[in-house]
């Protein structure tokens, strides 16, 4: 059966090209917008992060009715640090639309994932967006949409693209540039020609592949994803096939599909439609939902381990707490435990009561996180972001990455450089013919800590990588650590330990000499404070302990534990300073 009433495309755009605009003029002239509903000024990017930082985090989905056809959208993450999320929405659609900024051009950002669309064999529709503008540059950009596509080893039929001229500001698009126009109705008409309709035996059993999640405080854990074969019914019951193996018989009782930018409850779908379901708690990404007689669970791209982790620490400095902030280790734990429902490839441990460790696909997926809690009023400290590391029999185990590097040729030998400090080991390099040269990297996932902005630095933002879980390898780490900080040290009447406290962080690293104070610490590894003093006190059953350090380190000392005295001993140290056994045995020097 042929779907010729709905087209399921997905968006891929750089920042400020003009996304947001071009999905709100849409939805106003297919006329989703009633009078009585809000209207906001820009309406797709929901969340406030988004909006300031320009860059779409979360995959939405939105739909506009163009005659009778209904048109799904699904917004894409332009970048790849969120464990295969791009890969998963290039599965649900059967096109792409591919937005281009008349002035700018085609921007290596958008490289990505535009990559992976053309991979899945998916064909772009290119719109060439602020035709409005008196610096626009048509003909130029269409030739570097060429070039882009043919280094990205684009087919003939994909090279063959539909170019649409359009200003999503003025609400209109043309074929031709010479064409009068006077609405969207071009890009309409390009969509619904164009993209073909989805397709699928409606007959068949029921395969309903969720390929995203979404959380709602009413309803719940939304699961949301397109019927690949067979029609759904609500009330039906179902077999929820997991990723896991497992087959869990399920009831749908909650079935919507999307309409304008919200959910609308429906009684039925079938073959193609996008749709989401709640009321199915253990609902996950990658579940298949199949006909009760008919479970056959589709293969599923799988979503990357994380690698990265930080604590996140209850705020219990004296100066936190202003009116209206989220401060209680409540307040946090809730909050991560909200997140973790639809952030998939996150995951939550609890440390102590007021300490978490949140560990995420990288940094950025992990400082986005960090940057919208704040916002939301959510006052906390957190660690310096760690490499997550397993132990087996064989011995400690890190993550290693395959790292997929595009950068103009002229930065090459400086990209090389950096990656070779940080242990990457080179496994392609390829120029494209257009100045841009692809490399390959195979890279322990420690190594890409920090290195975003330095390598945005080394390419002038013109580069671009992501990187995808490779797998576990044995750990080929040293002890050599960067860390900024005090030194402290501590007394425990038998021994001296040192090490680098982080104000900032509340972390305290061991270093060197005297890590045998504190049993079980390993060297690299922070803690806070209060934890490794209480742990040592009750382990050595000590009871008068003198900690040295700045005013910060001994507001964090509990005063019913020690007996505090600040003391001469402490060198403040605010420089970012390499620490190393030896290092660390000049500053005792210094000390004694
Ligand atoms: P993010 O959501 O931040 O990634 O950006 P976006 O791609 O959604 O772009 P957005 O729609 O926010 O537009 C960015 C800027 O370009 C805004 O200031 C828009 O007003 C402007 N803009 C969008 N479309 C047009 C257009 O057709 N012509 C002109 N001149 N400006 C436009």
């Given at each position: 059966?042929?779907?010729?009433?709905?087209?399921?495309?997905?968006?891929?755009?750089?920042?400020?090209?003009?996304?947001?605009?071009?999905?709100?003029?849409?939805?106003?002239?297919?006329?989703?917008?009633?009078?009585?509903?809000?209207?906001?000024?820009?309406?797709?990017?929901?969340?406030?992060?988004?909006?300031?930082?320009?860059?779409?985090?979360?995959?939405?989905?939105?739909?506009?009715?163009?005659?009778?056809?209904?048109?799904?959208?699904?917004d894409t993450p332009g970048h790849a640090d969120f464990g295969g999320e791009v890969e998963r929405i290039m599965k649900m659609v059967d096109g792409v639309l591919l937005l281009v900024d008349a002035k700018e051009g085609p921007m290596p950002q958008t490289r990505f994932v535009l990559q992976k669309a053309l991979k899945e064999g998916l064909k772009p529709i290119v719109v060439v967006n602020k035709i409005d503008r008196t610096d626009a540059r048509v003909e130029e950009v269409i030739d570097e949409v060429l070039d882009l596509f043919i280094a990205l080893e684009a087919d003939d039929d994909q090279l063959d693209f539909a170019a649409v001229y359009a200003s999503a500001k003025d609400g209109l698009a043309k074929l031709n540039q010479e064409d009068e126009a006077t609405d969207l109705r071009p890009l309409f008409e390009e969509i619904l020609k164009q993209i073909p309709c989805p397709e699928g035996d409606s007959e068949a059993g029921l395969q309903l592949l969720i390929s995203n999640i979404d959380y709602d405080k009413y309803i719940g854990r939304i699961g949301i994803g397109k019927i690949i074969r067979g029609?759904?019914?609500?009330?039906?019951?179902?077999?929820?096939a997991s990723t896991k193996g497992q087959n869990l018989n399920v009831k749908i009782s909650n079935l919507y599909s999307f309409q304008g930018l919200g959910r609308r409850d429906i009684e039925a779908a079938t073959v193609g439609e996008i749709v989401a379901i709640s009321g199915i708690a253990d609902i996950n990404i990658g579940d298949t939902i199949c006909s009760v007689?008919?479970?056959?669970?589709?293969?599923?791209?799988?979503?990357?381990?994380?690698?990265?982790?930080?604590?996140?620490?209850?705020?219990?400095?004296?100066?936190?707490?202003?009116?209206?902030?989220?401060?209680?280790?409540?307040?946090?734990?809730?909050?991560?435990?909200?997140?973790?429902?639809?952030?998939?490839?996150?995951?939550?441990?609890?440390?102590?009561?007021?300490?978490f460790k949140v560990m995420g696909r990288g940094e950025l997926h992990l400082s986005i996180l960090i940057e919208t809690m704040r916002r939301e009023g959510y006052e906390f400290a957190v660690s310096r972001p760690e490499v997550i590391l397993k132990k087996t029999e064989d011995g400690l185990m890190e993550p290693f990455e395959t790292l997929f590097v595009e950068v103009p040729e002229e930065n090459v030998s400086a990209v090389i450089e950096k990656l070779g400090q940080r242990k990457a080991e080179m496994l392609d390099m390829a120029p494209t013919g257009t100045g841009i040269v692809k490399l390959q990297f195979r890279i322990p996932a420690r190594g890409l800590i920090g290195y975003r902005s330095e390598f945005l630095t080394d390419t002038k933002g013109y580069g671009v990588f992501h990187h995808l879980f490779d797998g576990y390898d044995n750990y080929r780490g040293d002890i050599r650590v960067r860390a900024r900080g005090s030194l402290v040290a501590f007394e425990t009447g038998t021994a001296v330990a040192?090490?680098?406290?982080?104000?900032?962080?509340?972390?305290?690293?061991?270093?060197?000499?005297?890590?045998?104070?504190?049993?079980?610490?390993?060297?690299?590894?922070?803690?806070?404070?209060?934890?490794?003093?209480?742990?040592?006190?009750?382990?050595?059953?000590?009871?008068?302990?003198r900690a040295s350090g700045s005013d910060d380190a001994l507001k964090l000392v509990p005063p019913r534990i020690f007996s505090l005295e600040q003391s001469l001993e402490f060198i403040a140290d605010d420089e970012l300073v390499e620490v190393t056994p030896k290092n660390i045995r000049i500053r005792k020097k210094i000390l004694d």
């Amino acid at each position: 059966m042929k779907r010729q009433d709905i087209r399921n495309v997905a968006i891929i755009a750089h920042v400020d090209h003009g996304k947001t605009t071009l999905v709100d003029q849409m939805l106003k002239q297919s006329g989703t917008f009633r009078s009585n509903e809000f209207v906001e000024e820009r309406v797709m990017d929901s969340n406030d992060l988004e909006r300031e930082r320009g860059i779409t985090i979360l995959s939405k989905n939105t739909s506009v009715m163009y005659g009778d056809v209904k048109i799904n959208i699904i917004d894409t993450p332009g970048h790849a640090d969120f464990g295969g999320e791009v890969e998963r929405i290039m599965k649900m659609v059967d096109g792409v639309l591919l937005l281009v900024d008349a002035k700018e051009g085609p921007m290596p950002q958008t490289r990505f994932v535009l990559q992976k669309a053309l991979k899945e064999g998916l064909k772009p529709i290119v719109v060439v967006n602020k035709i409005d503008r008196t610096d626009a540059r048509v003909e130029e950009v269409i030739d570097e949409v060429l070039d882009l596509f043919i280094a990205l080893e684009a087919d003939d039929d994909q090279l063959d693209f539909a170019a649409v001229y359009a200003s999503a500001k003025d609400g209109l698009a043309k074929l031709n540039q010479e064409d009068e126009a006077t609405d969207l109705r071009p890009l309409f008409e390009e969509i619904l020609k164009q993209i073909p309709c989805p397709e699928g035996d409606s007959e068949a059993g029921l395969q309903l592949l969720i390929s995203n999640i979404d959380y709602d405080k009413y309803i719940g854990r939304i699961g949301i994803g397109k019927i690949i074969r067979g029609t759904v019914k609500k009330n039906q019951m179902a077999v929820l096939a997991s990723t896991k193996g497992q087959n869990l018989n399920v009831k749908i009782s909650n079935l919507y599909s999307f309409q304008g930018l919200g959910r609308r409850d429906i009684e039925a779908a079938t073959v193609g439609e996008i749709v989401a379901i709640s009321g199915i708690a253990d609902i996950n990404i990658g579940d298949t939902i199949c006909s009760v007689d008919d479970v056959e669970a589709v293969p599923f791209v799988k979503i990357d381990e994380p690698t990265i982790s930080m604590n996140f620490l209850v705020n219990d400095s004296p100066f936190a707490g202003k009116e209206g902030s989220f401060v209680t280790s409540r307040h946090l734990k809730d909050r991560l435990d909200r997140e973790m429902l639809s952030n998939v490839a996150m995951k939550l441990e609890e440390i102590s009561s007021d300490c978490f460790k949140v560990m995420g696909r990288g940094e950025l997926h992990l400082s986005i996180l960090i940057e919208t809690m704040r916002r939301e009023g959510y006052e906390f400290a957190v660690s310096r972001p760690e490499v997550i590391l397993k132990k087996t029999e064989d011995g400690l185990m890190e993550p290693f990455e395959t790292l997929f590097v595009e950068v103009p040729e002229e930065n090459v030998s400086a990209v090389i450089e950096k990656l070779g400090q940080r242990k990457a080991e080179m496994l392609d390099m390829a120029p494209t013919g257009t100045g841009i040269v692809k490399l390959q990297f195979r890279i322990p996932a420690r190594g890409l800590i920090g290195y975003r902005s330095e390598f945005l630095t080394d390419t002038k933002g013109y580069g671009v990588f992501h990187h995808l879980f490779d797998g576990y390898d044995n750990y080929r780490g040293d002890i050599r650590v960067r860390a900024r900080g005090s030194l402290v040290a501590f007394e425990t009447g038998t021994a001296v330990a040192y090490g680098l406290y982080n104000a900032q962080e509340r972390g305290i690293m061991f270093i060197g000499p005297g890590t045998e104070v504190y049993e079980g610490m390993v060297v690299g590894e922070s803690a806070r404070l209060e934890d490794i003093a209480v742990n040592v006190c009750k382990r050595k059953q000590l009871t008068n302990v003198r900690a040295s350090g700045s005013d910060d380190a001994l507001k964090l000392v509990p005063p019913r534990i020690f007996s505090l005295e600040q003391s001469l001993e402490f060198i403040a140290d605010d420089e970012l300073v390499e620490v190393t056994p030896k290092n660390i045995r000049i500053r005792k020097k210094i000390l004694d």
